[in-house]
């Protein structure tokens, strides 16, 4: 099993600024990937970043130039810097990693609890 722990939501007014954290522990062998989905009200959960084998990026197209994932490999920590916010990108922030657990050796999927990021006008 892999528990993520979420933190860094709140409430900002346009053009602010939030750095989200997530870490991972748990029985972790490895981790194949790590990202940010955020779910709107009365929308589906969509993926805003996501950061592959600690290297590779990939962002949602409103998003781009605007937010930046990164890794800490040692923590198995993700980090999302959010900076220029527009109030579309209010909404419950989750983050999410496909892991390789003992005693299993499956690769599963894993999200944690979610954070709030409210953008006001």
């Known amino acids: 099993q892999v528990q993520l722990v979420e933190s860094g939501g709140g409430s900002v007014q346009v053009g602010g600024s939030l750095r989200l954290s997530c870490a991972a522990s748990?029985?972790?062998?490895?981790?194949?990937?790590m990202g940010w989905y955020r779910q709107a009200p009365g929308n589906q959960r969509e993926l805003v970043a996501i950061i592959i084998s600690g290297a590779i990026t990939n962002y949602k197209d409103s998003v781009k130039g605007r937010f930046t994932i990164s890794r800490d490999h040692a923590k198995n920590a993700v980090y999302l810097e959010m900076n220029s916010l527009k109030p579309e990108d209010t909404g419950v922030y989750y983050c999410h990693t496909r892991a390789i657990t003992t005693p299993t050796l499956f690769l599963r999927d894993y999200w944690g609890q979610g954070t709030q990021v409210t953008v006001s006008s």
């Open positions: 748990g029985n972790i062998v490895s981790i194949n990937d």
